[in-house]
Every structure is written in C-alpha cells, then in structure tokens.
C-alpha cells in the first residue's frame, strides 16, 4: 500500500511539474509576442512621424492680407499629407519699423529653439524674402529656402546664385498691359502708377521704371501713396488728364497712416480717376480696374510648393532654376469697359472677360425659335398673374424693409451705430457653438464718470461715438466691436494666438492717443483692457466674459491706459 501510493504520489509530481512547465513556456511566448508587437508599432509610429516633411510657409503679412489665403491655398494644394506646414506672419503692411523685423528676429530665434528642426522654408513677398535671405546662416542654416511673389527679381536671381534659394519672381507684366492699354487710349500721352513705400512697393518700382526706355513715346510717372494724406491722394488722382493710362500697382498705406488692402486702395483709386485705372494684380478684377495682364497669387504659390516637392524627391536645390515668369492671364472687366464706353473689339483676343452679359442671340441662339413660342404663352399667363404678383411684391417688400429695420434696432446700439450686447452675446454663442480657438476684449474708458460730471452727459455720449468710430476703424475679418454697457465695449478677434491678439489689443491703447474735443476743449483719455482667451480662460459666454472683466479690473488699478491678459 505505500508503494502504490508512493508511485502514485511520484507520477502526479511529474505531470504537475510538466504542466507547470508548458504554462511557463505559453506565458514567455505571449509576452515576447506583446512585446514585439509593441516595439514593432512603436518603431512603425516613430518611422511615419519622421517620414513627415516639415515645412514653414512665412507669410510678408497677415493671415487678413488677401493675397495671403490665396498664397496658402495654393501651397496646401500641392504639398500632401506627409508634409506638415506651419505659418508664420511678419504683418509688415501694419507694423513697418525695423524694431518690428527685429522682434521677429527674436520672435522666430525663440519659436525655431522650441520645434522640430524644419526641412524647407516657402516665403512670401518681400519682405519676407529680405528676412530670410538676411538671416540665412543664423536662422535657416543648411535649409533651403523657396520664394514666391518676390517683386525685386534682380536681388531674387543673385541670392538664388550662391545659396540654397530658388523660387518664383512676381514679375509683373507692364508689356503687355501698356499695349493693351494704349489701344483704349490712342491718344494717352503718359503713364502713371500708384506705388507705395513698401519693401514690395520699392521692389516694384524699380522694375516699373525700367519700361520708360521701352516705351520712349511716353512720360512715365507716378503717385507715391505713402508720401500723401488720403485727401491728397484723392485729389491727385482726380487731377490725371484725360491723355493718361493710369496703373495700379499699390497702394497700402498713405501719409496719415491709413492702410489699405488691395480691394481698399483700388477701389479708392478707380472711384476718383477720371481715366480707366488698368492692373496687373488679379485682386483688383471685379473692384473697379477695367484689366491688365495679371499674375495669380495661388498658382505663383502652387509653383513653389512644386519646388518644394521636387527637392522632398531628391531634386537638389541648385538645379532647380528661378523661374522668372509667373503665370499669367490677360483679363478686362465689361461694367468697367461700358462705363467707359471700350468696345471688345480693342481688347486682345486671349482676353478673358469677367461680368460679361450676353445678348439675346448669344443666350438663346439654339432654342430661338421655340423660345418664341414659350414666350408667347407665358405671355398671356403672365398678363393674367401681373395685377397678383405686383400686389405680392409690394406686400414682401415693406415686409422686407421692416423687418431688416426691426432686426437692425433689436442688434444695434442706436448712440454708436456699434452692434450690442445682444449682437455679441449671439455672436459668443455662435463661435462656442463651432468650437472655435478665439479671444474676448472688454475695455472701458478711464474715468468716464468725470467726463460726464464735469460736461455734462451729451459732451459724454459725444466722446462714446468718437471712441466708436476710430475702433471701428480697426474692423477686419478677424475683430469685430460691440458696445457692451455705459462705457464700457467688447471685442472678438478670431484668433487665439497671443501675437495676433496682443497686437489688436495695443491698436486699441493707440487709438486713444489723440486728444478729445469735448465743449471746445480738448482732452486726453484713455482705456484699460482686458484679454481673454478660449478655451485657455473660459468655455463658455459667462466665463469668458468674466475673465476679460477682471483682466481689465486688473490693468485699471494699476493705472490704466494698458491691456492685460486674463490669469485664469
């Protein structure tokens, strides 16, 4: 009995040890097999991350530059989605002094310490050009630079000779648009621009001027914006004769400091010419230019991004060659052309011809006939329907203008002319609703109260609409003002980026710099700001708003006449 149950005892250790034995060797297995999986996976994300181009677009101005989303536009369309892109905005348009530049210098030596290295540069216009050539070796080292609607081709060609640098030239087409132009004005006997200071205006000018020995039969000249008040220009432009061919080239800023985008200074410009005002940028198509040859800022960008990719291909960058020919099409605008009375018959004959309205043949010229008959009936109904519908359209009518007169009193401040509290409430609870990255501004007026204590309450809803009006003059695609309460007003910048947002904030401070006249005496006043941002000091309309709120207490009791950023 003891050795059978010693036997026994023997073989159940043995099958308990095998068993034992065969659940370690699954275990080690299944983990080797995790464990491969997971370096596998880790190695396979690390290999697609780094496969990723990385590529920084460095726009001359802002994002609210039209030139600019077409740029951009034309960028994303090539580069695909192994390539990330980042922007960056020099605002040179607005901010025009060198300490600007040189606090991008310092903006971009912080931003380029903080991210993945890049492996190429695209730069917009000029000015953006100038930088990155003027920073190569410290800032873009052994990264090749790409250019696009660079106007200054001389300087475009020589740096692209000795360096990793090749892209576009802007290179606008005087030649043809001057042909085109003296065919609609035979008699014209000298040639005008409007240019400005500009880094792009400078570059312009140059290649502007050298067509006067091309065309010796007439006097070339120009109307330099940047050294006029906006009246002055005006009255410039108002004073061309009749013998000239007035172009349009730019025009972004005056001597008042006004700026202008293009759509502004072209529709400026083309409002006061007693003359057709020709253009060789596609912006100024359907704003009052009658044409020109123009160049397309998307598919200049398109270009460089191409450039781009070729090097990602394995291109070098010295082979790839300056192209300084843009593309290009010949375009005339028909109100334009009726309101000076051009016939087609003088335009070249690849001319595109925008807001073109055809004729009666040229509309119904397969169908004439049984249109005949169509109209024939219809004529009849219609004569039975015309006592109806013109009784109906009366009624629509002033239903329209009321209720577009209601709707303007219910979400507008009547002292201001401003959108109110209403207007910016439902304008929060939209942006929250598309869960949009935004900033709020609430800013009052320092020591309002003794405004209206010491002359009177009218002398202060005088300095209210004041305040309203140079605000207003700030309104863009990206901030809006409303009149909140008393003195006090609000502001949404659709952005959420502190540069962006701390720039609007100082227009704000500058423009109370200039001295109120109250009662025929003038004063000085100014504001205390405050800043906040979604989703970083609220997520919704009551917490933003009380952010800004005690941002700007903030700022006040310090003293005023400055902004601050909310701390929550």
């Known amino acids: 009995m003891k050795s059978f149950f010693g036997t026994d005892r023997l073989k159940r250790s043995r099958i308990l040890k095998a068993i034992l ?83 991008f210098y310092r903006h971009m030596v912080y931003y380029l310490g903080e991210v993945e290295p890049y492996d190429a540069i695209i730069v917009g216009d ?21 250019f696009e609607g660079v106007n200054n081709g001389d300087k475009a060609v020589e740096v692209s000779a000795s360096s990793q640098i090749t892209g576009v030239v802007e290179s606008l087409s005087y030649k043809n648009t001057i042909k085109a132009a003296s065919k609609i004005i035979p008699d014209a006997k000298k040639i005008v621009a409007i240019l400005d200071d500009t880094v792009t205006g400078m570059g312009e000018r140059i290649q502007y001027y050298k067509y006067k020995n091309i065309y010796p039969q007439y006097e070339f000249d120009e109307i330099n914006a940047s050294k006029l008040s906006q ?43 007693p003359v057709p005002t020709f253009s060789i940028v596609s912006i100024g198509m359907g704003k009052g230019v009658i044409g020109g040859e123009m160049v397309s800022q998307k598919e200049m960008a398109k270009i460089a991004a191409s450039m781009v990719q070729q090097y990602f291909n394995g291109t070098d960058v010295s082979s790839i060659e300056v192209q300084t020919e843009p593309p290009r099409v010949i375009m005339f605008d028909e109100n334009v052309m009726k309101k000076y009375e051009v016939s087609s018959k003088l335009l070249p004959k690849t001319a595109i011809i925008i807001n073109h309205e055809q004729n009666f043949f040229e509309r119904n010229r397969d169908i004439i006939i049984f249109s005949g008959i169509i109209i024939a009936i219809l004529i009849v109904i219609s004569v039975c329907l015309f006592a109806s519908n013109m009784h109906k359209e009366k009624i629509n009518k002033n239903l329209s203008i009321s209720t577009e007169k209601y709707e303007k009193l219910a979400n507008h401040d009547m002292l201001t002319g401003l959108p109110n509290r209403m207007a910016f409430k439902e304008d929060l609870i939209k942006y929250f609703g598309d869960n949009k990255q935004f900033s709020v501004f609430l800013f009052d007026i320092d020591k309002f109260k003794h405004i ?53 904030a100082q227009r704000i401070i500058d423009s109370f710099k200039e001295s109120y006249e109250v009662d025929n005496a003038m004063i000085n006043i100014h504001s205390s700001l405050g800043i906040a941002i979604v989703p970083e000091n609220g997520t919704n309309e009551d917490s933003i708003v009380s952010a800004a ?17 909310s701390d929550k």
């Open 231 to 273: 009246h002055d220009l005006i009255e410039k432009v108002k004073s061309l004769d009749s013998d000239t061919i007035l172009i349009y080239i730019m025009c972004s800023s005056d001597k008042d400091g006004n700026t202008y985008i293009d759509s502004q200074g072209i529709k400026l410009v083309s409002e006061n010419a």
């Open 452 to 504: 209206n204590d010491t002359y009177g309450h009218n002398s202060g809803d005088m300095v209210l609409r004041e305040v309203a009006q140079r605000i207003q003059k700030i309104n863009d695609n990206l901030f809006r003002v409303y009149r909140f309460a008393g003195d006090e007003f609000t502001v949404i910048v659709d952005s959420h980026d502190y540069n962006v947002v701390g720039q609007y």
């Open 126 to 146: 000029d000015a953006a050009f100038n930088f990155a050539v003027d920073n190569k070796d410290t800032l873009f080292k052994d990264i090749p630079i790409f």
């Open 549 to 565: 709120d005690e941002a700007m207490y903030f700022i006040k009791k310090l003293g005023g006449n400055n902004y601050h950023f």
């Open 21 to 103: 034995f065969i659940i370690i060797m699954i275990s080690a297995v299944s983990s080797m097999s995790l464990l491969y999986k997971s370096v596998y996976a880790q190695e396979e994300n690390q290999h697609k991350y780094a496969a990723k181009k990385r590529v920084l677009f460095i726009s001359s101005y802002s994002y609210a530059w039209e030139t600019v989303p077409e740029q951009i536009a034309g960028i994303k369309e090539v580069l695909n989605e192994d390539v990330v892109i980042d922007y960056k905005f020099m605002d040179s348009k607005n901010l025009t002094s060198s300490e600007s530049v040189d606090d």
